[in-house]
């Protein structure tokens, strides 16, 4: 347990690493003087300066920074940020989310080659291994919620007492749930290396969209490609998975538009639960975790490049706003609206954080 929760740190820790290093080669790449590199926040615990950056370890493992000089406007000299033209300072502000997205499918390549777990149809039967039906999502206060299941965990057998059926298709859980609603039914789950029993009551009259389970459910197998085509096919997951993404992002913000709220089973999570997810997917196997990883490395992609002040996506905004007017913005005004977006993320994230830690009490 402590060595999956290592793994899940660093893999965290690690995605914002890379990240801070997209702005720091670019940076270096057009003469800008990257002042320090540093890996978590300070107060430092170790530095060494190499050339003239000083590359830092920091107390508070949150994350890590790169201290670019002049990012901040008034600095006049010829290695300073502002000095240089919008378009080498905008690669700069994008070199960070492009590497988000370059681990992402470095990542998923990886995921090719090793062995994908992939969604198939019922009908499926040859040159696939391992077929099972996979947990894909649990709907907030549903049985299967109540019951403890989780996303990722395999359904092997479905029990009742007077039947028993080894499963591996769809079709046959959903048959099998809708002939026994409102019975109990006992589920033999694996879940990594364990496999266990779980019982829960099928709903017979469930909310709109949910099932009477509260799950939703996909047939997987492991597909493996040659190395040549690893790539090639990581690519397209990475391009698929970012739709998918944005697609997920427009449902939940029409439905709030509408006034309709989140869409169900649809949760907002912090760094607390993503470090939970962390963990789960850790304990599924290799390639499981390295397609979260690379899934989450997506959402940090569109997240950083969100128009907002203090993201990457807001330092955008304001070199856009630059090339429109021929000047840049007084840094003194830049610097008040990112702090004070800023202070709203901190306080959303303390707020998400809050929930996260209710729902693992």
């Not at 790169?66 to 994008?94: A, C």
């Not at 990542?107 to 992939?118: F, I, K, N, R």
């Not at 789950?189 to 829960?200: A, K, N």
Request: proline share 6%; no cysteine.
């Amino acid at each position: 347990m402590i060595l999956t929760i290592l793994i899940a740190f660093i893999s965290l820790i690690g995605l914002i690493v890379l990240h801070e290093f997209g702005h720091f080669i670019l940076a270096k790449k057009f003469g800008v003087k990257v002042e320090e590199f540093g890996i978590g926040f300070p107060p430092r615990l170790f530095g060494r300066k190499i050339g003239e950056t000083l590359y830092s370890l920091n107390l508070l493992p949150l994350g890590a920074f790169v201290k670019i000089h002049g990012e901040e406007g008034g600095v006049e000299d010829i290695q300073s940020f502002s000095k240089k033209p919008i378009w080498q300072r905008t690669l700069i502000v994008l070199g960070g989310v492009v590497m988000f997205w370059i681990i992402s499918w470095v990542l998923l390549s990886m995921v090719m080659g090793l062995g994908a777990p992939t969604a198939i149809s019922d009908e499926a039967e040859q040159g696939i291994v391992n077929p099972r039906v996979q947990i894909m999502g649990v709907a907030s206060n549903s049985p299967a919620e109540k019951a403890g299941i989780k996303p990722g965990d395999t359904i092997i057998k479905l029990k009742t007492q007077n039947s028993i059926l080894e499963i591996n298709k769809v079709k046959e859980v959903q048959d099998f749930i809708g002939e026994n609603k409102g019975k109990e039914v006992v589920l033999t789950i694996e879940r990594g290396r364990e496999v266990f029993d779980v019982s829960l009551v099928p709903r017979v009259s469930p909310p709109e969209g949910e099932g009477p389970m509260g799950v939703a459910l996909a047939r997987t197998a492991i597909i493996s490609y040659p190395w040549y085509e690893a790539p090639i096919r990581g690519a397209i997951a990475t391009v698929n998975l970012t739709i998918a993404a944005i697609q997920g992002w427009a449902m939940v913000l029409s439905n709030l538009v509408k006034g309709q709220g989140m869409p169900t089973g649809v949760q907002v999570m912090g760094p607390v639960g993503i470090f939970g997810l962390f963990t789960q997917m850790s304990a599924l196997g290799l390639s499981y975790f390295l397609r979260f990883v690379a899934i989450i490395s997506i959402f940090l992609a569109l997240f950083n490049i969100l128009p907002i002040p203090a993201l990457d996506g807001g330092k955008l905004v304001f070199l856009g706003i630059e090339a429109i007017r021929k000047k840049p913005i007084s840094p003194s005004l830049e610097q008040k609206i990112t702090a004070f977006f800023f202070a709203l993320l901190i306080l959303l994230m303390i707020l998400v954080t809050f929930k996260d830690i209710q729902r693992l009490f």
